[in-house]
């Protein structure tokens, strides 16, 4: 099969999966809600919060809904032993990884919009080029989480420990990440001298990075 297709099928049923049974996304979405709510109660006696305060903010959500989205990349075929079924098919182990980016991508995704609307309501916006700016932040950061988390999924899936291994690996993968994202984030919020360009072209090599690393790694990893 075309490897496109493959990871497209790869996608969808995951997808599929995900909204009969949204126990993952659900729980990520309720810690965003309430993580922005308390943020919200903390930060209002105290006059009005400053643009970096509420970068912050908002990343701190973020970076913790895309560690707990992702962390369950394989979870479905851990839990159902389908792990070994779906290496001995003829799809392509490229495509299969690449499919589970695209997964973990669009979930993170809605995630993303979701908790992003909800900031908004709750705390001051920036501006409409700003507000274009925070938005290509948020999706470029959320690939580069889709693409360390599908990788880190992996690596840890036949370990013990895997539950703590997850986060101990994502994390410090992520930390380039999150500062590039964050500086921009300051940017949009007229709060950081940082170079608008520059940062998102650092974003998409981390993210293209990542996934490169994924695809090549992926094929080894599944063999042992």
């Known amino acids: 099969m075309n490897v496109l297709r493959t990871a497209g099928v790869v996608a969808a049923h995951d997808l599929s999966r995900e909204l009969r049974r949204p126990v993952a996304a659900s729980a990520v979405l309720l810690f965003g809600v309430c993580s922005l709510v308390v943020l919200r109660l903390a930060l209002a006696g105290g006059g009005k919060p400053s643009s970096a305060v509420l970068a912050g903010a908002l990343w701190v959500v973020l970076v913790f809904a895309g560690l707990l989205g992702t962390s369950r990349a394989w979870g479905a075929e851990r839990e159902d032993g389908a792990y070994d079924a779906l290496l001995v098919s ?12 695209l997964a973990a991508l669009v979930t993170t995704l809605v995630l993303d919009a979701a908790l992003l609307g909800l900031y908004l309501a709750l705390f001051d ?12 932040a948020i999706v470029l950061a959320a690939g580069g989480f889709a693409a ?17 291994l997850g986060p101990t690996m994502f994390l410090p993968l992520a930390i380039p990440l999150v500062i590039a994202a964050v500086t921009l984030s300051l ?38």
């Open 90 to 101: 003829p799809a392509s182990r490229s495509a299969i990884h690449v499919g589970k980016v």
């Open 125 to 136: 916006s920036p501006d409409a080029a700003g507000l274009a700016l925070l938005a290509a």
């Open 148 to 164: 360390v988390g599908v990788l880190v999924s992996g690596l840890g899936l036949r370990a013990r420990g895997r539950d703590l």
């Open 187 to 224: 940017v949009a919020f007229d709060a950081g001298t940082g170079n608008a360009t520059q940062l998102l072209l650092f974003l998409i090599a981390y993210d293209a990075t990542f996934l490169v690393a994924g695809i090549a790694a992926f094929p080894e990893l599944a063999t042992d």
